[in-house]
């Protein structure tokens, strides 16, 4: 059974930065296709970014292009999401999932949630 808890989330001003990590237990971490969804509150939940098993390819929605990087390290079974210049609308719960079907931006492809992490941009 795979476990994933999601972490480095805060509160930090519009033009900052935070690193976001996901960390996983159980399965095989380096098979899996991992992604990043975030939740707004009164929204749905929306894809930020994904990640093939290797690291190797790297995929992202529109609205965090050129401001979040994706990554991994199959060694520690980690995913990270480095986000730089934060809006207002950048705030919302990040949570990290496995892919299992095949739209990695598709929330019902998704298995294995963490928790979540709230991320809070002030202006």
């Known amino acids: 059974q795979v476990q994933l808890v999601e972490s480095g989330g805060g509160l930090v001003q519009a033009g900052g930065s935070l690193r976001l990590s996901c960390a996983a237990s159980g399965g095989t971490f380096s098979r899996y296709f991992m992604g990043w969804f975030r939740q707004a509150p009164g929204k749905e939940r929306e894809f930020v970014a994904a990640i093939s098993w290797n690291g190797g390819n790297t995929y992202y929605a529109d609205f965090v292009k050129d401001r979040f990087t994706i990554s991994r390290d199959n060694a520690k079974k980690m995913v990270y999401v480095q986000m730089n210049s934060l809006k207002t609308e950048d705030t919302a719960v990040y949570y990290c999932?496995?892919?299992?079907?095949?739209?990695?931006?598709?929330?019902?492809?998704?298995?294995?949630w963490g928790q979540g992490t709230q991320v809070t941009v002030s202006s």
């Open positions: 999932g496995v892919v299992v079907g095949g739209n990695y931006r598709d929330t019902t492809t998704y298995a294995h």
